[in-house]
């Protein structure tokens, strides 16, 4: 809360308040950008968030068009499958970047906080992946057209739902950066467009019936319908957390938000049954599945994530969330790697082409199938990143003069000195020097600082980060004495296992990649039906 101050000798003062004789610092070049937004990331996520909101547009559009002409086939889908996974996967850097962005700026420790802004593009994003799964189940049973329907309008609701929220400043969020009148335009459009949508659907809801019929409990089919089941459960607990400080403030007067604690409360066993069906759903078989069959195709997997929870019970780890979501994140894994090793062998065995060649001719004729693979395997990835820092977190804080140390998670900080200097782009900076050292191993210096900018009087806290694929020490610079012998306060985190989800998002923008990607041996063919629809419509056209 300290400014600076310019006092009538030309010099400058820090304080909170105004001291006499004194204006505040006028810029002479505008105050600038936000220092919050200062980050290489913040020139990739908003573009990423805005071309996955905005492509939704696309399947949305074709759908409507399809209830409003009374089409009941899925040729919709088809044709608009590679535009839903190109704005998924535009929505996912965003949301990657995003989090990026709030564990290197905020300055908390943390990735993802459950923030209304942060909801706003998570909500669209979970009916969006709901829908990439259930349009598969319609197009390879003919099943779920309604489910479909209704996953598309809600998706592009929530797109529009989303701007309101983060333009109209009915939720304060530190991810909102500007306002504007258009809020209320924004809810009306909303409105209409979903009761517009809902009309249609109501009136082609007969049509809308299923082709088939699910006859197994365990088949893919059913596990599909739980998979539904899980994310529009996920989508109304954010939901609930998001828009209940309104309605509590229209009851009671009174605005009460729900903290992170709940939403991980409450989301945490929704995530374990997705990681659940992610490892059993591509073992079922179509139409008819049975606990034998199941078993018989899922054992190997199986062993192994119980040997190595066996392993974590020997080296000591205790907690029950922890143990019982590495050995779903090792089982899903495995499956994932199963299915990609038993495809290369068949392939190998009956072509004679090595491993390698293989497994590439693989993926280039089924990159719809691979990509899918590739982005559960990034899940797990992440998961064990998310697991790590959100069970095994440590963290510490204490005020230290020079040649102090604080211990945490077997590092040892030892605070070595301060200065404080300007630099030529308009800058304060306030920083610390740290030295860390682990089982005796010099590991180098942090450098955790505040930089104060001068134009738009705010400032920006830059920790001091240590990573490695295991953990990550993290140190932010609280509070520090003018004269560096009088101390200063640091805070202190130790995240392990946070680098792999980050890691995993890489892998998760490469499958989507894959997936959207044609097939090799279906590019010629697919330009061939366009060209032949193409001279369908020339040649309908001339009859008319």
């Not at 304080?15 to 919050?36: I, K, T």
């Not at 950066?177 to 258009?182: K, V, Y």
């Not at 991980?264 to 008819?288: D, N």
Request: charged fraction near 15%.
């Amino acid at each position: 809360f300290e400014r600076f101050w310019s006092t009538g000798a030309g010099s400058q003062v820090i304080a909170m308040f105004q001291p006499a004789n004194s204006q505040p610092l006028v810029p002479m070049d505008g105050r600038g950008l936000n220092p919050l937004l200062r980050h290489p990331g913040m020139v990739i996520h908003p573009p990423m968030l805005y071309l996955g909101f905005v492509s939704f547009v696309i399947p949305y559009a074709f759908a409507m068009a399809a209830l409003i002409t009374g089409r009941k086939d899925d040729r919709w889908i088809r044709l608009t499958r590679r535009w839903t996974l190109i704005a998924w996967m535009f929505l996912s850097i965003g949301l990657i970047l995003g989090s990026r962005w709030a564990y290197d700026v905020l300055g908390w420790g943390g990735y993802w906080a459950w923030d209304p802004v942060e909801n706003a593009a998570f909500m669209p994003w979970i009916t969006g992946t709901a829908f990439l799964h259930s349009v598969m189940i319609q197009e390879k049973r003919g099943l779920f057209k309604r489910w479909n329907m209704i996953l598309i309008i809600l998706t592009y609701s929530l797109v529009i739902f989303g701007t309101f929220l983060t333009r109209s400043g009915v939720l304060s969020s530190v991810h909102a950066f500007a306002q504007s009148a258009i809020g209320p335009m924004f809810f009306v459009f909303i409105g209409v467009t979903f009761l517009i949508s809902l009309y249609y659907l109501v009136v082609r809801w007969k049509d809308l019936y299923n082709e088939g019929q699910m006859t197994s409990l365990l088949s893919r089919e059913s596990l599909f319908l739980i998979n539904n089941l899980l994310f529009m459960g996920l989508f109304i607990v954010v939901l609930w957390g998001t828009v209940y400080p309104l309605i509590s403030e229209l009851i009671s007067g009174q605005k009460v938000t729900f903290g992170p604690p709940w939403y991980e409360k409450t989301t945490a066993p929704i995530f374990l049954g997705l990681l659940l069906l992610m490892g059993i759903a591509p073992l079922s078989a179509w139409g008819h599945s049975t606990w034998k069959t199941l078993g018989k195709a899922m054992w190997k997997p199986a062993v192994f994530a119980t040997v190595v929870l066996v392993l974590l019970l020997a080296n000591g780890m205790r907690s029950i969330g922890a143990l019982f979501g590495l050995f779903l994140v090792t089982f899903v894994g495995a499956v994932t790697l199963y299915e990609f090793w038993r495809a290369m062998r068949a392939r190998h065995k009956r072509s004679g082409e090595n491993y390698p060649v293989a497994l590439w001719k693989l993926m280039g004729r089924n990159r719809r199938r691979y990509g899918g693979y590739l982005i559960h395997l990034s899940v797990v990835l992440m998961a064990i990143g998310i697991i790590g820092i959100e069970i095994f977190q440590t963290e510490t804080q204490a005020r230290l003069v020079p040649g102090e140390s604080l211990e945490l998670a077997g590092y040892t900080v030892t605070y070595k000195s301060f200065s404080e200097f300007d630099v030529a782009d308009g800058r304060n900076v306030a920083r610390g020097v740290v030295g860390v050292t682990k089982n005796g191993k010099d590991l180098g210096e942090l450098y955790p600082r505040r930089d104060y900018y001068y134009d738009s009087q705010q400032q920006m806290t830059i920790p001091g980060v240590r990573s490695t694929l295991e953990d990550d020490l993290f140190i932010i610079l609280v509070n520090w004495e003018q004269i560096s012998t009088n101390g200063a306060t640091f805070k202190v985190f130790h995240n392990p296992l946070i680098n792999w989800l980050w890691i995993g998002g890489i892998l998760l923008i490469i499958g989507s990649f894959v997936a959207a990607w044609p097939d090799a041996d279906k590019g010629i063919a697919l330009d061939l039906q366009t060209t032949r629809s193409r001279s369908q419509l020339v040649d309908q056209s001339s009859a008319d």
